[in-house]
């Protein structure tokens, strides 16, 4: 197979196991979807999820947020961890958004990725999911998979999100990033990785991981 034949694959397979990709943090807004995705760092969506609801009761928006404290933030989504730092993210970009951004959060990467505690992956999550601009946002899933699909090196998320973009096309890229962590979640895991159910890494696989599963 050829890298184009490859690519094509890949895209046809996972619109054949995911036709429709929900997105995995619940939101309803722009605001609320970048809290979440924030949230979501070295967490699950699923723990995000349970805290969600509880922080968005109080404060949904810019405005409500600020009336809370840092300290009153941290304790509400303690069990998602890194909170002291996710606290301060939160009301700090909160506060940025009223100064400098009407209370909106703004469509392009320069602004959000000057908020606090948001780079450039939760700047392309929220670019994709809450505006529909093209992004390729990479976690660690996409990282293993791009890897083990021989598509990028994997040195880092840097260099697999330019392959990402230079294989994919362009707009696909907001429904791919999706159907590519379902799947790695699904058949392509870090641990417990059963080979032969994951059908393409078995079809277009890097030789080595290959090798180093079936050995």
């Known amino acids: 197979m050829t890298k184009k034949e490859k690519v094509q694959f890949v ?3 996972l619109e054949k196991l995911y036709p429709e990709v929900p997105i995995p943090l619940d939101h309803k807004d722009p605001y609320t979807l970048l809290i979440a995705v924030l949230l979501s760092a070295q967490s699950t969506d699923k723990g995000v999820n349970k805290i969600t609801p509880i922080l968005f009761a109080k404060a949904d928006n810019p405005y409500d947020m600020i009336k809370l404290s840092v300290e009153e933030i941290r304790e509400i989504i303690k069990p998602v961890g890194l909170s002291p730092m996710k606290a301060k993210g939160i009301y700090g970009l909160s ?4 100064e400098k951004h009407h209370g909106k959060v703004p469509q392009n990467f320069k602004d959000l990725e000057a908020l606090p505690a948001v780079g450039h992956k939760t700047a392309s999550v929220v670019m994709s999911q809450a505006f529909g ?7 660690t899933h996409i990282q293993r998979l791009m890897y083990r699909w021989n598509l990028s090196n994997g040195k880092n998320v840097v260099q697999t999100e330019k392959d990402a973009k230079r294989l994919f096309p362009k707009e696909l890229w907001n429904k791919l990033h999706l159907q590519i962590i ?3 979640r699904e058949y392509s895991p870090a641990r417990s990785w059963n080979i032969e159910k994951d059908i393409i890494t078995k079809t277009i696989g890097r030789k080595s991981v290959l090798k180093a599963e079936t050995n």
Do not use: E, R, S
């Not at 601009?133 to 976690?139: G, K, Q, S």
């Open 11 to 13: 895209i046809d397979t």
């Open 182 to 184: 379902f799947y790695g």
């Open 95 to 98: 506060k940025i958004l009223i």
């Open 133 to 139: 601009i093209p992004a390729f946002p990479v976690d």
